[in-house]
């Protein structure tokens, strides 16, 4: 198995929009996707509903949000790269970051997976963003998403980090193991369209946006 990743922290204070996707998380967790409003996640971040319209006109931007927020933890720090190590050894370090920085969401990402497939329109744009982060997290690891041969790789990886989030939601363990041996069984069946590894730069290297 790959070796056991850092967790990455951020101790810097809250923006508005930080403080919008915690709100809305918690909301989640207590009420459910399908009964949270706009005015009740403003209520719970302490700011004027036109605020959150101005950084998140509706909940599927503030699911964006959040994927955006875990994309920039799992980043945030160098990918770690042996010359005998696979590129799936980096992109399971990668989708490990993600899950560590989900794990104080864990309700609300279960309430998620439960009520998004009855809000297609939410669902689709959950599914966008979903390929969009795997795609960044490909490409850090310095796994090429250009082509068909990439928007396979993109998609299997997409499924495969689904796949180890559901053994992940229940996951009480202190160090995560199964949800490691989970994740690390995934990628060895799709290395294969990872392609030769490339010349990558580091995360805090490319472009945020």
Same mark, same amino acid.
């Given at each position: ?133 795997? #795609? ?52 060895? #069946? ?20």
């Amino acid at each position: 198995m790959p070796r056991a990743r850092r967790a990455a922290g951020n101790g810097a204070e809250k923006s508005d929009a930080d403080r919008i996707i915690d709100a809305a998380l918690a909301g989640i967790a207590e009420q459910g996707w399908r009964r949270l409003s706009l005015a009740a996640i403003a209520a719970a971040a302490g700011m004027p509903i036109l605020r959150v319209y101005r950084l998140f006109p509706s909940k599927a931007a503030i699911l964006c949000g959040l994927f955006r927020r875990v994309d920039e933890a799992a980043l945030a720090a160098p990918v770690e790269a042996g010359d005998d190590e696979r590129p799936r050894d980096r992109v399971f370090d990668l989708l490990m970051r993600r899950f560590d920085a989900l794990g104080p969401h864990k309700r609300a990402i279960s309430v998620l997976r439960r009520e998004l497939p009855a809000d297609p329109p939410s669902a689709i744009a959950a599914g966008a963003g979903l390929l969009r982060s795997m #795609r960044w997290m490909l490409e850090a690891a310095g796994i090429a998403t250009a082509g068909i041969g990439g928007a396979v790789a993109v998609k299997l990886t997409a499924a495969a980090y689904l796949g180890a989030a559901s053994v992940w939601l229940r996951d009480d363990s202190a160090d995560l193991a199964p949800t490691m041996a989970a994740l690390d069984q995934r990628l060895r #069946r799709i290395e294969r369209w990872f392609g030769a590894p490339r010349p990558h730069s580091a995360p805090g290297e490319a472009a945020a946006g």
